[in-house]
């Protein structure tokens, strides 16, 4: 243990030295991501929105490649040798990217030439410890909190939930405080491939995928982390973001008796959030018609809440929509429950606007009752009047 404490202080000094010329923004609790493309160029993002770093540059190609080795290497995956990295040529026996992590805790991610024409290019995504929950979205105005109101009542109904929506558009954020509105009593199994969700529930298990070591052994999948997890008694699963082929076993978990799962996924309407998870279904290596895949998608999902970035940088929910099956014609039918409604700008260029009931009822209604949960009922008592 103490070896173990002295390495990662020693890494954390290390790279403290390397990244330097982007320290100040590391310590800066405004700014979410760092963005270095090539030793001479770095944005930032605060609050939503991406600047130029004026002045802010490495020293020489090599101080950057020497940052992204200390990084690399703590995280056992070493890079190509200096020479080949800076003369932009490509080691076979090398990788032309890395994931790792920041001795905070900050997601890194590593691409090296000449897959990036830039030279070295690092985005650092910075860890934060402070778990927003959603009282703090209405403030920001991220939701209102009748809309807030629902899904809690949704998440106590063990509704099956996808956030959806594009890259840094707060998808993580807005799961980890829905996550806030399980019950204490719940045992919870969160699978990551790097692990950002800090839940407030005492008994939550925490399970992160890895990747392969230098000699290509050692990976551990999300798949292989989700076939951990049914069998550890979840009462439910958090995913934190689909990206491959567990979208379906996180599928058919969903349709056979593992309610209440919660994950995220890249896309820009609810729709292509369904045809997303159909497509990742059908990479699974599984023999599965497209019909098929469909159906059980369409069984899975039942709430898609579709947050966006804002040009004026804030992030707001735009959409949050029940599944009502397939229609017909075997299409994806999605009923909007909550629209954002947008209302000009105010005189700082802010968007205006919150996010209102469309007037129609969830499926699930009746639940409400049988469920005994009528007593949560307060601001939203026109999407359950007939069932209270």
Request: charged share 20%; hydrophobic share 40%.
């Given at each position: 243990?103490?070896?173990?404490?002295q390495?990662?202080?020693i890494?954390?000094?290390?790279?403290?030295?390397?990244?330097?010329?982007?320290?100040e923004?590391?310590?800066?609790?405004?700014?979410?991501?760092?963005?270095?493309?090539?030793?001479?160029?770095?944005?930032?993002?605060?609050?939503?929105?991406?600047?130029?770093?004026?002045?802010?540059?490495?020293?020489?190609?090599?101080?950057?490649?020497?940052?992204?080795?200390n990084?690399?290497?703590?995280?056992?995956?070493?890079?190509?040798?200096?020479?080949?990295?800076?003369?932009?040529?490509?080691?076979?026996?090398?990788?032309?990217?890395?994931?790792?992590?920041l001795?905070?805790?900050?997601?890194?991610?590593?691409?090296?030439?000449?897959?990036?024409?830039?030279?070295?290019?690092?985005?650092?995504?910075?860890?934060?410890?402070?778990?927003?929950?959603l009282?703090?979205?209405?403030?920001?105005?991220?939701?209102?909190?009748?809309?807030?109101?629902?899904?809690?009542?949704?998440?106590?109904?063990?509704?099956?939930?996808?956030?959806?929506?594009?890259?840094?558009?707060?998808?993580?954020?807005?799961l980890?405080a829905?996550?806030?509105?399980?019950?204490?009593?719940?045992?919870?199994?969160?699978i990551?491939?790097?692990?950002?969700?800090?839940?407030?529930?005492?008994?939550?298990i925490?399970?992160?995928?890895?990747?392969?070591?230098?000699?290509?052994?050692?990976?551990?999948?999300?798949?292989?982390?989700?076939?951990?997890?049914?069998r550890?008694?979840?009462?439910?699963?958090?995913?934190?973001?689909?990206?491959?082929?567990?979208?379906?076993?996180?599928?058919?978990?969903?349709?056979s008796?593992?309610?209440?799962?919660?994950?995220?996924?890249?896309?820009?309407?609810?729709?292509?959030?369904?045809?997303?998870?159909?497509?990742?279904?059908?990479?699974?290596?599984?023999?599965l018609?497209?019909?098929?895949?469909?159906?059980?998608?369409?069984?899975?999902?039942?709430?898609?809440?579709?947050?966006?970035?804002?040009?004026?940088?804030s992030?707001?929910?735009?959409?949050?929509?029940?599944?009502?099956?397939?229609?017909?014609?075997?299409?994806?039918?999605?009923?909007?429950?909550?629209?954002?409604?947008?209302?000009?700008?105010?005189?700082?260029?802010?968007?205006?606007?919150?996010?209102?009931?469309?007037?129609?009822q969830?499926?699930?209604?009746?639940?409400?009752?049988?469920?005994?949960?009528?007593?949560?009922?307060?601001?939203?008592?026109?999407?359950?009047?007939?069932?209270?």
């Amino acid at each position: 243990m103490t070896t173990k404490m002295q390495a990662k202080e020693i890494y954390a000094k290390t790279t403290r030295h390397f990244l330097r010329p982007v320290a100040e923004f590391l310590d800066d609790p405004t700014v979410s991501e760092i963005m270095i493309n090539g030793p001479e160029t770095v944005y930032i993002e605060r609050r939503g929105r991406l600047s130029l770093a004026e002045g802010v540059r490495f020293a020489s190609p090599g101080a950057l490649l020497a940052a992204a080795r200390n990084i690399a290497e703590y995280a056992g995956r070493p890079l190509p040798s200096p020479v080949s990295a800076l003369q932009g040529t490509r080691n076979s026996a090398g990788p032309h990217s890395v994931d790792a992590r920041l001795p905070d805790g900050s997601r890194v991610h590593i691409i090296l030439p000449p897959t990036s024409r830039a030279g070295v290019c690092v985005s650092i995504r910075k860890f934060t410890t402070s778990t927003l929950g959603l009282a703090e979205l209405i403030d920001f105005g991220t939701l209102t909190s009748e809309a807030a109101e629902f899904l809690g009542i949704a998440v106590a109904l063990h509704r099956n939930l996808v956030v959806s929506g594009g890259t840094g558009s707060g998808k993580t954020s807005l799961l980890n405080a829905l996550s806030t509105m399980i019950s204490p009593d719940e045992r919870i199994v969160v699978i990551e491939d790097s692990s950002e969700l800090q839940l407030q529930q005492p008994h939550t298990i925490y399970l992160e995928s890895q990747s392969p070591n230098p000699d290509g052994g050692g990976a551990v999948t999300i798949r292989d982390l989700f076939v951990d997890s049914l069998r550890m008694r979840p009462d439910r699963i958090l995913v934190g973001e689909v990206r491959r082929g567990e979208a379906l076993d996180l599928v058919q978990s969903m349709i056979s008796g593992h309610s209440g799962a919660m994950t995220t996924v890249h896309a820009s309407t609810p729709h292509d959030a369904a045809v997303r998870l159909e497509t990742l279904c059908l990479m699974s290596g599984i023999e599965l018609p497209i019909a098929v895949a469909r159906m059980q998608v369409a069984a899975a999902i039942q709430l898609v809440v579709q947050i966006s970035r804002f040009a004026d940088g804030s992030r707001r929910i735009q959409t949050i929509s029940e599944c009502q099956g397939l229609d017909a014609q075997g299409n994806y039918r999605f009923v909007d429950l909550y629209r954002f409604v947008a209302n000009g700008r105010d005189s700082d260029g802010r968007m205006l606007g919150e996010l209102q009931a469309t007037g129609s009822q969830p499926q699930f209604a009746e639940l409400i009752s049988v469920m005994g949960l009528a007593d949560q009922v307060q601001e939203t008592q026109k999407l359950f009047v007939d069932y209270l």
